[in-house]
Each structure stands twice: as structure tokens, then as C-alpha cells.
């Protein structure tokens, strides 16, 4: 599978995994971040045929009975999480800083050179992104969530 088509997937995640929403935004996946009840994360999914990602048992049950793609994870550990995502859905864990999206609210963001660097700037909430220096821990983050992932590296 190319790693440029799962990049049109569609997440929601449950509060249990907010850290995560933020992690997938960054790599360029549209996803949601749902604090409410088991019955609207599952109405989300069927409804914009999002995969539902959770550490909640009875969720996974509840969606894999309605037929839907649920991904349970038993800890939360985000290059674990990213690695196994990468190794079962074929996700790309390498940042394209052209099909990156607002880590705050899910929208596309703007690729714009200012000032002498790579700048992103969200239309949905005003919010402007660099490589400041948080982006050792991001890079250290990917990478080994690249190291986890069985087979070829992505």
C-alpha cells in the first residue's frame, strides 16, 4: 500500500488518547478528538467513516459489533501507537510539511516561506507553526516510532 493514499484517512479518538490527536495532525491525518460518549465516537465514525481509535475495552467491543475499524490500544505510548498504526494501516510516520494540519483545531494548514524558514499558518484558528526547537522531540518521537515498525522503514 502507498503511504501517500492512507493519508486520506480519518481518525477520532477518545479521551483517553488526546495526546495522540495532536501526533497524527502534525503527519497529516484529519483527526478528532471526541470527549463524549461511546455512542457519538461510534455515530462520528459511521457517519464520516472515520477509524475509531481508543484504550476503552468496551468501545472497541461496542464498534467492531457495528462493524466499524477500531484500533484498541493497551498503553498509551505514542511511538508504540504511531508504529503500530504505520505496520496495520500503512500510515506514513515521515512529516510532509505540505499536507501537515493545525495540531489545536484539525484544519489544513498553509505552507508559507517568511523571514528565511518553512512557516504553516492556520486559516481555521489564526495559530502560526515553525521548526522552533520542539522539533528535536518531535523528530526524536517519529523516528522511533520508525524504529518499532516491522519491515521496511516509512
Do not use: Q
Request: proline share 5%.
Amino acid at each position: 500500500m502507498s503511504t501517500e493514499e492512507p493519508r486520506r484517512r480519518k481518525f477520532v479518538a477518545d479521551a483517553m488518547l488526546k495526546n495522540l490527536v495532536s501526533w497524527l495532525r502534525i503527519l497529516g491525518y484529519d483527526t478528532i478528538y471526541w470527549s463524549g460518549g461511546d455512542r457519538e465516537v461510534i455515530g462520528i465514525a459511521e457517519a464520516e467513516d472515520r477509524i475509531i481509535l481508543t484504550m476503552d475495552r468496551g468501545l472497541a467491543a461496542a464498534a467492531a459489533r457495528r462493524g466499524l475499524k477500531v484500533l484498541l490500544f493497551h498503553e498509551n505510548n505514542i511511538p508504540g501507537i504511531l508504529a503500530r498504526m504505520a505496520n496495520e494501516l500503512g500510515l506514513s510516520l515521515s512529516f510532509d510539511p505540505r499536507s501537515t494540519r493545525c495540531p489545536v483545531c484539525n484544519h489544513p494548514l498553509r505552507l508559507e516561506h517568511r523571514s528565511g524558514r518553512e512557516e504553516w499558518m492556520c486559516p481555521g484558528c489564526d495559530k502560526k507553526y515553525w521548526r522552533g526547537s520542539h522539533w528535536r522531540n518531535i523528530s526524536r518521537a517519529l523516528e522511533e516510532a520508525r524504529r518499532k515498525l516491522t519491515g521496511s522503514p516509512r
